[in-house]
């Protein structure tokens, strides 16, 4: 294993403590399993160096493919339910590989207000934090507190008190009265010695965590979720491939602007909104099964920081680091340096924003992609500078 602050380690963007607009994206392949004895090797648009992949890694529509002889790759293309094998010994275009790439709409990011989940003296929730959700029963979690032997929890919606109980667990699934689609709920747990889920704040604690309720899906845009997740990924907790692919179909749900009327949801806030709960699960599940990756702690970093929760996105990213094999994780390592950088520019810790930014700069000059790591070396420049210009107005 290669060690931080030495020899580099193997960047989806983290995403900014801003709402942004929805946004089209290429849809992706994905590598769903690999055999033979020999390497797999990609080449990413824009980008000069050959690198090897492992199964699961997302492929683009401008990437290309190249096989060592013998090696046998089957392929999850957009839009198609039989994965295609790809040729031996030849370099393939992933656009002629897969036939059906079009534009997806992609979420925005979280809203500034949910971001919280650093004081582990509190029981801050976990999920559902700002969510969708497919059950009207969900499996309601939070953060486990040393010390505590009892949990109040309470679910609140514009009708008032829905469910009160206690438990010895940091997990309890709802049994309360029935929860309508369309309605935000709202949850709190408190401990028994004295402290509340309402105290969830920012790490810099200049604002409270809010805006944190849940809100069931009505019964049609779940049939539509249901049908489109079957496309994806008939059995998601057998293969780490199908599982990200579902994973990222939920993380990236946003509720279509033609039905948002039946949500009581603000305009300006349902973008952030997503299936978040339900990515977060399958991952979780698929590391409690033993299976554990870079590329899985990666996208858990992703979909927490999407929640707002700082302390479980840096941990899940920093497991990704720390779980580096080899090359064919190169580009997780170089991610997950830059998301780190991100959120700890975003929360004001300069120090450790250059820390993880010059990492993830030293990863883009290997991927070959000079392009990034120049606009990488101008963002720590004016960060160095911000840094500068701070000291000197404090002393």
Known sequence: MIHIGKTPKFIVLAFAIIMLPLSAIAQTARIQSISGTGKVRVQREKRTNWLPVRPATELYQGDQIFLDKGVRVYLQCPGVSNPVLVRTGVVSGMGSLCINWANTESRGSQAA????????????????????????????????????????????????????????????????????????????????????????????????????????????????????????????????????SLTNFYGNYVLPESVISAYKLPANVYKTYSLTSEAIAILESLIQRGKQSPLIHRTLGDLYWQTGLFRLAEAHYLKAIDSVQGLEDME??????????????????????????????????????????????????????????????KN
């Open 332 to 393: 997780d390592w170089t991610l997950a340096q830059y998301s780190l950088g991100q959120i700890y520019a975003a929360i004001n810790y300069p120090k450790q924003a250059l820390e993880h930014y010059s990492q993830a700069r030293v990863g883009y000059i290997f991927l070959g992609d000079s392009g990034r790591a120049d606009v990488l070396q101008r963002r720590i420049e004016r960060l160095k500078k911000t840094a500068v210009n701070s000291a000197n107005v």
């Open 113 to 244: 207000e949910t971001l919280g989940g650093v004081n582990a003296s509190i029981p801050y929730l976990i999920f559902p934090r700002h969510a969708l959700l497919l059950s009207a029963t969900p499996l309601l979690r939070w953060n486990l507190v040393s010390g505590v032997t009892e949990y109040s929890i309470e679910v609140t919606g514009p009708k008032g008190l829905m469910w009160r109980t206690k438990t010895k667990a940091n997990q309890i699934i709802y049994a309360g009265k029935a929860l309508e689609a369309g309605i935000p709920y709202s949850m709190i747990v408190r401990t028994n010695t004295g402290k509340s889920s309402q105290e969830d704040s920012s790490p810099n604690r200049e604002q409270k965590a809010s805006n944190l309720e849940f809100v069931i899906l009505h019964q049609s845009e779940a049939a539509s979720v249901k049908a489109q997740a079957a496309k994806i990924s008939p059995t998601p907790l057998t293969n780490e491939a199908s599982a990200l």
